[in-house]
């Protein structure tokens, strides 16, 4: 397990429970896909689309320096507390966002 926050370790994946659960439209324009929040402990993301978006750790999301997951694909991240962002490769996407507190 990576630790991406210096001092925070995640608890057992056992103890973890969904804070929340939303669906959030990405188009070719970067926008927030989840606001930093310091008790997370993971999140997963689900493209529901049939195109590719990218998701970035920080404010601005782009195809040259975010994660590409493709239509239909997931992403987990664990120990990141951080803001994520996304842009889509054309339209728009819909994006399933669960977060682990």
């Known amino acids: 397990m990576a630790s991406l926050t210096t001092g925070f370790t995640a608890p057992p994946k056992e ?5 929340s659960a939303v669906v959030v439209t990405a188009t ?3 926008s927030t ?3 930093a929040n310091p008790a997370r402990t993971a999140a ?3 493209n529901r689309g049939n195109r590719s978006v990218y998701i970035t750790f ?9 994660i590409e997951v ?5 992403y987990f ?4 507390t951080g ?3 996304v842009i889509a490769d054309q339209g728009s996407q819909a994006v399933f966002v669960v977060e682990f507190i």
């Open 58 to 66: 920080g404010a601005t999301a782009t195809a040259a320096t975010g």
């Open 15 to 19: 103890d973890r429970v969904p804070g």
């Open 77 to 80: 991240e664990e120990n990141y």
């Open 70 to 74: 493709p239509g239909g694909g997931t």
């Open 33 to 35: 896909l989840l606001a």
């Open 83 to 85: 803001v994520f962002s």
């Open 28 to 30: 070719t324009t970067s």
């Open 44 to 46: 997963t993301f689900q």
